[in-house]
């Protein structure tokens, strides 16, 4: 979303710097002692072609289809999947070039990552990275542009109206060719909240070495639950910047950024918007120089530590927060399902080929004060053509009315995993909270590996 404030410290270096351009690396570099290489992308390819379709989304046009205009940023360009803005260029690079036309309209690329379920593994610590050389302008050519590599809470997708509650992780921002690097995080509501929106908590530095345009730099995030309280961190080129305490926020605001399924990765280059235009007016203007490409080298995922595993028997008697992730084969009862070992990410396992009239009861569940508005679950489902059915949620008991409910058919296979949102009718206090599963063909038509809820 990157909504963006009036006006931003802006942190001005004292020493002058090099201009050097950096080739690619042949591949994406190992991870350091003790990490491992969850997901990564060299973009090795035939110059001209597109990402890998199995590894990205590309968005189009000015906003997702019954999301906010100009992706919610007041950024003008047109974002489209033609080669002419997003393209291999042969020798490793992905490239994001926005373009002028005749007449003055703008376009550009924005490509976010197929999986979203990127997080540390309980107690360890998550990773996000990427070698990045920004547009390679300055000074009046450079109004305008907005590069970032960020990161947005999964269940934004197909909602596109819960931000910032649902996180969002700017680890590399910049704009107007300014040689700084911004390090941001969105949470909690907008205007105002904890992250005082629209601005987020942010900090900034310039590159090291060579200017940001001027010369690739890496640009990396982690997230940390291997210590207490949790922590989060921006890097450039290897020296921190930037980090946020699990202490500094609301539990609340904390736990419905972090116990939902994880986080999809983004990149794009936007054209005027809310923070170019905080720091130097209304802009592009007629000064701005198009065809000034981002050079993105490889984008990295890694983790370390953790290994918890899900509980595979009931808590006895249930309970916990609502803005915890709740295992779907923890239940206090349930009724027509069975368990089985899942390949979703975490491991563990999943309730399996659910359907009409199956049930699953989890007691306890504490929602505080402050109202949930939003259920969340992680679903597949291998039913077969014109089978589908409803996931419902129900308190106190089976009879009452669904305070929220979501419609789901073949995901492509019963471990082919997809994060789906629903809004509830708000609420709070502590409540047994029923899952029931209504369908009007008698097949199983669905696994659940998990659910939480939101503000």
């Not at 530590?305 to 899900?310: A, C, H, S, V």
């Amino acid at each position: 979303m990157r909504f963006r404030p009036i006006a931003l410290a802006l942190v001005v270096p004292l020493l002058a710097v090099v201009s050097i351009g950096v080739a690619a690396e042949a591949n994406v570099p190992p991870p350091p002692a003790g990490w491992t290489t969850v997901w990564s992308d060299d973009f090795d390819g035939a110059s001209g072609a597109l990402p890998s379709g199995a590894n990205w989304i590309v968005d189009t046009g000015h906003g997702y289809p019954g999301g906010p205009g100009n992706w919610g940023t007041g950024e003008i360009q047109n974002y489209t999947n033609s080669p002419n803005n997003l393209s291999l260029d042969g020798t490793g690079n992905l490239r994001i070039t926005p373009r002028r036309d005749g007449a003055g309209n703008w376009t550009s690329a924005r490509v976010e990552t197929q999986r979203s379920d990127f997080k540390p593994p309980a107690g360890g610590v998550l990773a996000i990275e990427s070698r990045i050389q920004m547009p390679n302008v300055t000074g009046d050519a450079a109004l305008g542009y907005w590069p970032a590599f960020w990161a947005l809470g999964a269940p934004y997708r197909g909602n596109y109206w819960n931000w910032p509650g649902i996180g969002e992780f700017d680890i590399m921002e910049n704009v107007n060719g300014i040689n700084s690097v911004w390090g941001v995080l969105h949470c909690g509501v907008n205007p105002g909240g904890p992250c005082n929106e629209t601005s987020g908590i942010a900090n900034n530095r310039a590159c090291p070495g060579a200017t940001c345009q001027a010369g690739f730099h890496t640009y990396r995030f982690e997230w940390d639950t291997s210590i207490s309280p949790n922590q989060l961190r921006w890097y450039v080129d290897g020296q921190q910047f930037h980090s946020i305490s699990q202490g500094q926020l609301p539990a609340d605001t904390w736990a419905n950024m972090t116990s939902h399924a994880g986080y999809f990765v983004l990149l794009n280059v936007a054209i005027g918007g809310a923070f170019p235009d905080a720091l130097n007016g209304p802009t592009p203007r007629a000064s701005t120089v198009p065809d000034k490409p981002m050079i993105v080298d490889y984008v990295a995922v890694s983790s370390k530590g953790g290994g918890t595993t899900p509980p595979t028997t009931p808590p006895p008697g249930g309970g916990g927060s609502a803005y915890t992730t709740q295992q779907a084969e923890s239940f206090q009862q349930q009724a027509g399902t069975g368990v089985e070992t899942t390949t979703d990410s975490g491991g563990g396992q999943n309730l399996m080929q659910v359907g009409n009239g199956d049930w699953a009861l989890y007691r306890s569940i504490d929602f505080g004060s402050t109202p949930a508005t939003q259920f969340v679950a992680r679903v597949a489902s291998g039913a077969a053509g014109g089978v589908s059915g409803l996931v419902e949620v129900r308190l106190d008991s089976r009879s009452n009315a669904p305070i929220g409910s979501f419609a789901i058919a073949n995901t492509g296979g019963w471990q082919s995993w997809q994060s789906v949102p629903a809004n509830i009718s708000a609420v709070t206090g502590v409540h047994d909270v029923y899952l029931t599963f209504t369908s009007g063909q008698p097949a199983d038509y669905v696994n659940l590996n998990w659910f939480t809820f939101t503000h």
